[in-house]
């Protein structure tokens, strides 16, 4: 008799689940979207104080077909704890910082032995792929290139005036967690070169503090700014009716996976301004869909064009919504580790 999909057990492992990060909304969203198609997924996160032990009470009993890890450097934590797990089908998504960082500059040998048990490994965008060709061009031919999803389903949030916004105040959103990587006195450094020229020009930041002496020091910043706003962290639910209020979304990290709150914000019809940097790279056209900035100076100039001029902003924010529309479909990505599972596991694809 053909199994079905439900009868294998998938196991996703993400090295964060507290806090409304890039790991936790892509493994939520995956496992989420995944499960509505039928198989069965089951999540542990790393942060758990007892995931060793849950996952070897699981493994003895033999509760999983596959192994779906998200990050290099935290999966080999889990390859390090378990070895045995290589006997099962194994999938790794890369997401971002592990790539940047951990891949080019760590080159541990506990990243390079995961990177050759696993059967394919997930990345964001192609642009990675020159990097895994330089660095491990032994693994270049198990990569599978599957853009992120965008899934922003509406939700009440707080309104405008709960958080010090005038109606006709110009929003620029930066979703971002608060560590270094993230960048945030660029965007700072840069309005603020505009602020005595737009006096209702605001900076609103929407994220969780993840590195604490960084936070410490852009908020102590933040307070005697009365133009930037941090609200505290929200939950995802609430995301869609907090960018629904801003005219210009912002990115500028030294480095990405994929900004995925950034396309959130550009599926509402936001135009973007993205640093120049891997994984901000190829997302966008030039001058289409936003601007890339290298700089204060450049950041400031294009954001100062979009606020001057209402239509090109308007055009730019519908390119945005349509680009995401169609290349960061949500449907396309499960569609994507639906195909990846379903070769693992040898289930034929005229099975539920």
């Known amino acids: 008799m053909q199994q079905r999909t439900s009868d294998y057990g998938i196991l996703m492992i993400t090295p964060f689940h507290k806090n409304s990060r890039g790991n936790k909304l892509t493994s939520e969203r995956l496992k989420i979207g995944l499960s509505r198609r039928g198989w069965n997924i089951e999540l542990i996160s790393l942060e758990s104080a007892d995931w060793q ?20 450097t935290h999966f080999a934590r889990v390859l390090s704890a378990f070895p045995d797990i290589t006997r099962l089908p194994l999938l790794l998504t890369t997401t971002g910082t592990d790539v940047n960082y951990d891949l080019v500059l760590n080159r541990e040998p506990a990243i390079a032995k ?16 020159t990097v895994f060709k330089e660095l491990y061009p032994e693994g270049y031919d198990r ?19 709960r958080l010090g916004l005038n109606a006709d105040d110009f929003v620029f959103l930066l979703p971002s967690g608060i ?13 603020e070169k505009l602020q005595p020229e737009f006096s209702h020009l605001r900076l609103l930041i929407l994220g969780t503090i993840i590195d604490q002496e960084y936070s410490d020091r852009i908020l102590k910043r933040i307070n005697a700014l009365p133009w930037v706003i941090y609200p505290g962290e929200f939950p995802h639910r609430q995301m869609y009716s907090l960018l629904s209020m801003g005219d210009v979304v912002l990115n500028t990290s030294h480095a990405e ?36 900035v290298q700089n204060q100076d450049a950041l400031a100039a294009a954001a100062r064009k979009l606020m001057l001029n209402q239509e090109s902003r308007r055009q730019m924010g ?19 580790y639906e195909q990846l599972f379903r070769q693992l596991l040898q289930i034929d694809a005229d099975y539920a």
Do not use: W
């Not at 519908?318 to 569609?335: H, I």
């Open 179 to 191: 560590r270094p990587v993230k960048n945030l006195e660029l965007a700072i450094d840069a309005l």
């Open 318 to 336: 519908e390119n945005a919504r349509r680009l995401v529309e169609q290349k960061y479909s949500l449907e396309k990505e499960l569609d994507a």
């Open 114 to 129: 995961t990177l050759n048990v696993v059967d394919y490994i997930v990345i964001f965008t192609d642009h990675f792929r």
């Open 257 to 292: 996976g994929q900004p995925q709150a950034a396309l959130e914000a550009m599926s509402l019809g936001k135009p973007c301004l993205l640093t120049a940097v891997p994984g901000n790279i190829n997302i966008i056209e030039n001058g289409v869909e936003g601007y890339y």
């Open 53 to 72: 032990e849950i996952l070897d009470k699981n493994l003895r009993e033999e509760r999983y077909s596959l192994i779906h890890g998200l990050n290099i």
């Open 143 to 161: 990569l599978i290139t599957i853009p992120q999803g965008v899934s922003l389903e509406k939700g009440d949030g707080p309104d405008r005036s």
